[in-house]
């Protein structure tokens, strides 16, 4: 019978670190695409955008009422020559200018409805902030939104 032996050699290697460059490192560790400030601001944008939409939508004074249509007339725009336009904010955070205006539209006619018969509810942001990670956002649950 042999007997395999390691030398001490052998068995100190077994201990010794991984030695990787800076550049072979960037290569595996990845940030975030909205870690980025400035994916951030559009976020934020989006975002107001969206609940001054949502927020002013059904109401008839005349102050609540020109913010909604600011914020229609942002949302409904096709321009792209400046880098806050919805449809370079759409672009940059990867989401389809069409299905999101399409989104509200039905949003609103199903808000409007609802006002309409009596049914008028109380405004509830439609967005929650992810503990931890300031620019995370999340649409809340269905069911959490009704009993909210």
């Not at 509200?104 to 808000?111: D, I, V």
Request: net charge negative; proline share 4%; aromatic share 10%.
């Amino acid at each position: 019978m042999e007997s395999s032996h390691v030398g001490s050699d052998d068995f100190s290697r077994l201990f010794e670190p991984d030695l990787i460059t800076p550049e072979q490192h960037r290569d595996r560790v990845r940030t975030e695409y909205t870690d980025q400030p400035e994916v951030r601001l559009m976020l934020a944008v989006m975002e107001d955008a969206v609940a001054t939409y949502q927020r002013y939508a059904a109401d008839a004074d005349g102050r609540s009422q020109r913010l909604f249509e600011e914020a229609e007339d942002w949302i409904n725009s096709t321009d792209t020559s400046w880098p806050y336009s919805f449809e370079n904010i759409c672009v940059a955070l990867r989401v389809e200018p069409a299905i999101v205006r399409e989104g509200l539209h039905h949003w609103r006619e199903k808000r409007l409805g609802e006002t309409t018969s009596g049914r008028k509810g109380l405004y509830r942001f439609p967005f929650r902030r992810v503990n931890g990670k300031r620019h995370s956002i999340t649409l809340r649950e269905r069911h959490l939104r009704q009993t909210a």
